[in-house]
């Protein structure tokens, strides 16, 4: 071990004490309350944020949606789709081209990725990177396209933690809480769309329970 | 960088004369103010949550020690990797040697004010590398080779006009010849000319927000993207942070997020929260083959354990910079280091020595604001205040003033003495007013009459008309 | 909470240095209105809270100068003070000074629960209202910082001045944002005080009041000073002044001749 780390560790330890022990059980994080239901509070929040929100009956309605927002923006049909198993359910209409099982590379316009949870308190969605989910799709391309199953919104982050650390007992690497396109107000603080990251974001959510 | 803290009144009075420093001020000045009380209008439970980030912080630094090697244990866990270092120069250090091992050229940078703080750029650049900041408003400063102003906007200071002609300087050989004028097409340029610097870089340092022991992650908090693009993109991922930025849990994480962007820009959430952990799993197909966090203490762990502790809670939201009327006067390159405003007036001093820093803590009206704003509860102007005592302690407060209040200090204990020069005071006074060319020669009384009034005295004391008529009220 | 020994209280009013040398008039505005608030008041013999020396970082001044407030002033039921920040002097940073001085901080702690900014002692303790005074006059506050952060006064002085008739209050933009004053601040940085002081008579000016009024002459004179350098007309008075009706002397700043 280094001496940097020995010292500084012994440093701290003198100092242990100079504030009030509080044991960490004794603390509570209060939430919030919500104001209505979660896919409204869900979705009023993403629009706030500047994100588009569509809703879908089933997952075989994910590709008509998306089709329709490509012609909708003038974009070309061709998307990058991660292999998130909610996108495998999709029927893809035939016009679009679709990339699978790649990251982004600098050319690609368009991705589609699922998320594993929506937060209603704040509009956000959870992404978690893995073999199915590189990240790079989540901010190289121009537009974002999420899809979400209705029924894996929670109220508050603090309701999510728990189910992560079951499903991934490594944490995964990346986890990316997204909550609206890229922004930024660093020119004379003049909230612009697009910064870096993805222009615009959509936000595809699937009605019902997940079919297995 | 240097300090230029000991020039803080040459630097306060030019940026009260800069036209375009003020225009740039006065836009911010009220913005984040309004956002602020917009965003925490509709927060449930504000006061309660405020309480509880202020117990987790001082919980975890009452066993820091702890919190920093479990969150090195589980950075290890994932296979990456915990560097610890006492000073900037140490800092620095690591990272270089991580640059060189990697046979890095080009470095690509999130905003991390630990590698302000360290003067990292200075230290890449000098040893021959391609550094480009990606945060817009760092790399606008960076091309006009200043320091931030803002721990969370770092070209606040910069009018739109200014970084038309930056950009216009620094790209126009790149091909982009046009002026860019409008704000879309400003981010628009920026946009282009950083994307080629994302996809050809070799190693992306970003700071950290947090740094969650749970999980070994390291999380920033962005609205642009590009620090996901920094840390997803190259080869390699160095996170420059401190080691008070540890936090227990990813619970604890979520309470002090609902603070975070209020208090920063006004937001209820920034676009983008951002967990690293570890570098590319087994079939992930991108992201960074290394991870390393670099954990700097320069001063931190001894505040710990002394009368400055409180401040460790410091989350750097800016709250206390939008809200300082000081600050919003004279923006943040006249508090001359990477800190500014009353967050940087308090740790400036500790961080590069009271000498030298004379001005810091005493160029503020004690008015509290700051503290009022805090989400951590940080007294600041009775740190404030305690710097001021360690000033007059080490006589690094001028002896003019000691003298001067030692002797004030000495008749006001004296109540009879003290009132006679009182008595005479407030006659002299009232035969003064009105003499302006006698006034100008007291000490002080020019930096009043400067740009106000002296005030009339009424020519006698209240105490020695009391004495008088003591009943003249009923 | 102590409780008054007797029917009238018994008040020692801390003028305040600054009240003493340039508005004797604020502690006779002071006296008058706690007489018709039925206290008995006494003025012992004064000279300054320490507040001075205290942010300027020399303890040893302060605390000589506190012992001698706390001797002087601890037989009351109430210390009355037409000050925020003299008040929140008392009351905030007293205690703190003698923390390691078990027998003064104890004498300091307890003179701390007995004192009051005259404002909101009239208001909250005794429940003052203004008698039938008539004032055709149009008002706007400016909130000291010490009296609003330390000592959480906001709404006592507003009212204070809505139980006068005829007068009309209108607030000013950022009423709670700092004048610029701050002790010595205003001559040891005078141009950043200034730049201060500026904008808040710009949000003074917009209201286009009569008078501004506070509670602290600190504040006051230092926007009485720019006001009369800009040739505004707006007057300013401590709000006690107005409180009682001793106006007739002229506003801060200006020749306020003899009582």
Partial sequence: ?212 | MDSKAHKFRENAKVALLDPDLQRALGKARGGFVDARTQAFSCLDRHAEIQDAAKQIKDHTLSVLDEYLVLFEKNVNKVGGKVHWARTPAEARKIVLDICDDVDARRIIKGKSMVSEEIALNYALETAGYDVVETDLGEYIIQLAGEPPSHIIAPAVHKTRQQITDLFHKHHSRLGLKERVTDIPDIVNEARLVLREAFLSADVGITGANFLVAETGSSVIVTNEGNGDLTNTLPGVHIVTTSIEKVIPTLEDLSGILRLLARNGTGQEITSYTTLSTGPRRTGDKDGPSQYHVVLLDNGRSEMLAGEFKEMLRCIRCGACLNHCPVYGAVGGHSYGWVYSGPMGAVLTPLMVGLDGTKDLPNACTLNGRCAEVCPMSIPLPDLLRKIRVRQNEERITSVRARWFMKAWGFLACKPHLYGWCLRILAWLLSWLWGKPHILRLLPFVHEWTATREFPKSQGFTFQSAYRKAPNSHE | MNQPSSPRPSVGLLVTCLVDLLRPNIGFAAMKLLHEAGCDIEVPSQTCCGQPSYNSGDLETTKNIARQVIDQFEFFDYVVVPSGSCAGMLIKHYPKLFEAEPKYRNRAIELASRTRELVSFLVDDIGYRVPARRLNVRVTYHDSCAGLRELGIKGEPRSLLESIETLELTEMSDSEVCCGFGGTFCVKYGDISARMVSEKIASIEATSADFVLGGDLGCLLNIAGCLSRVGSKIAVYHVAEVASDMIASGPIGKDAGST
């Fill in chain 1, 1 to 212: 071990m280094s001496k940097a780390r020995d010292s500084i560790l012994a440093t701290i330890r003198r100092a242990n004490g100079s504030f009030p022990q509080l044991t960490k059980d004794a603390i509570s994080w209060p939430q919030p309350r919500l104001n209505g239901g979660l896919a409204e509070n869900f979705v009023q929040s993403l629009k706030k944020a500047g994100a588009v929100v569509e809703k879908v009956s089933a997952e075989a309605g994910i590709g008509g949606c998306v089709s329709r927002y490509l012609q909708r923006e003038q974009l070309p049909s061709e998307v990058v789709v991660s292999d998130d198993e909610v996108l495998k359910l999709s029927d893809w209409p035939e016009l679009v081209t679709v990339h699978r099982g790649r990251p982004a590379t600098r050319n690609d316009k368009v991705s589609v990725t699922g998320a594993v949870h929506g937060i209603a308190e704040t509009g956000t969605l959870v992404l978690v990177s893995g073999e199915q989910n590189p990240t790079t799709l989540n901010f190289l391309p121009d537009h974002h396209i999420v899809v979400l199953r209705e029924s894996s919104l929670v109220a508050n982050t603090e309701d999510m933690w728990g189910t992560l650390r079951e499903r991934f007992p490594i944490f995964p690497r990346s986890v990316n809480l997204i909550s609206g396109p890229s922004k930024t107000a660093d020119v004379e603080q003049t909230l612009q769309l697009g910064a870096h990251g993805p222009r615009r974001l959509l936000v595809i959510l699937v009605k019902g329970e997940k079919i297995n």
